[in-house]
């Protein structure tokens, strides 16, 4: 079982910066490959970026590349989510999702919501213009 819990959205102008944290509960953190996602009023929820359990693979959605940053400290069982340049169209509630991995899929990362079985509550990201 994990339990996760987001934090640090908020309001900020465009071209600001935001960084979320994703604090699980539990022991396994360190067998999780995690995900974030993001979903508007709307619009279907859509990953944002993703890594995997030892934080050596990552993925970054088309639209936040080069801007967004994901990170994992396993020691503190906590994934980032860093976001410069931010803009008016990044405004969304923000998730975090943990899949458990075994060591034999230890250097996948997941993209699909369907692909994860924890998620936390979302935090609320509003970019202003």
């Known amino acids: 079982q994990v339990q996760l819990g987001e934090s640090g959205g908020g309001l900020v102008q465009a071209g600001g910066s935001l960084r979320l944290s994703c604090a699980a509960s539990?022991?396994?953190?360190?067998?999780?490959?995690m995900g974030w996602f993001r979903q508007a009023p709307g619009k279907e929820r859509e990953v944002v970026a993703a890594?995997?359990?030892?934080?050596?693979?990552?993925y970054y959605a088309d639209f936040v590349k080069g801007r967004f940053t994901i990170s994992r400290d396993n020691a503190k069982n906590t994934v980032y989510l860093q976001m410069n340049s931010l803009k008016t169209e990044d405004t969304a509630v923000y998730y975090c999702?943990?899949?458990?991995?075994?060591?034999?899929?230890?250097?996948?990362?997941?993209?699909?919501?369907?692909?994860?079985?924890?998620w936390g509550q979302g935090t609320q990201v509003t970019v202003s213009s």
């Open positions: 890594i995997n359990l030892g934080g050596s693979r990552l």
């Open positions: 539990g022991r396994i953190f360190s067998s999780c490959a």
């Open positions: 999702a943990a899949r458990i991995s075994g060591s034999y899929s230890g250097s996948y990362y997941y993209t699909r919501p369907d692909e994860y079985g924890y």
